[in-house]
């Protein structure tokens, strides 16, 4: 239930710094919950993955997902305590920004899953 929480309120914290200007959201982008005190949103600076290079050319999307740069905005909720306009004690909400590269060790499995895949279609014929 706690991650849930999280979830609501990391998204509603984005979207006020979103309705700020603080941070402009491209048209693609992906939001994770890892735990109760963290969201990721990744934003690909080249758009979607094209999933259909996989199959066609691995090699190429390979190289395409790997050499991609993508915006990290990291969502958390800090271990102080801010006060609200009720004086009611809330924990604050922190973020940060970067540029950096795809995490790669849950693309590489995939891409060696399809890989294995596709070897597998051709070592049958």
């Known amino acids: 239930m706690d991650q849930q929480k999280a979830s609501w309120a990391h998204k509603d914290h984005l979207h006020k710094k979103m ?3 603080e941070i402009s959201m491209k048209d693609y ?3 994770y919950t890892v735990d109760p005190k963290n969201t990721y949103v990744i934003q690909p600076t ?8 996989a199959a066609k050319s691995p090699l190429k999307f390979y190289n395409n997902v790997m050499n991609q740069d993508v915006v990290e905005h990291k969502i958390g909720r800090s271990d ?8 009611k004690a809330i924990r604050k909400m922190t973020m940060s920004s970067r ?3 795809r995490h790669v060790g849950q693309i590489l499995i995939a891409v060696q899953n399809k890989l294995y895949a596709l070897i597998g279609e051709a070592t049958k014929n």
């Open 99 to 101: 540029m950096t590269k």
């Open 19 to 21: 309705k700020r200007g």
């Open 29 to 31: 982008s992906l939001t």
């Open 46 to 53: 080249q758009g979607e993955i094209n999933y259909d290079l």
């Open 80 to 87: 102080g305590m801010a006060s609200d306009s009720h004086y």
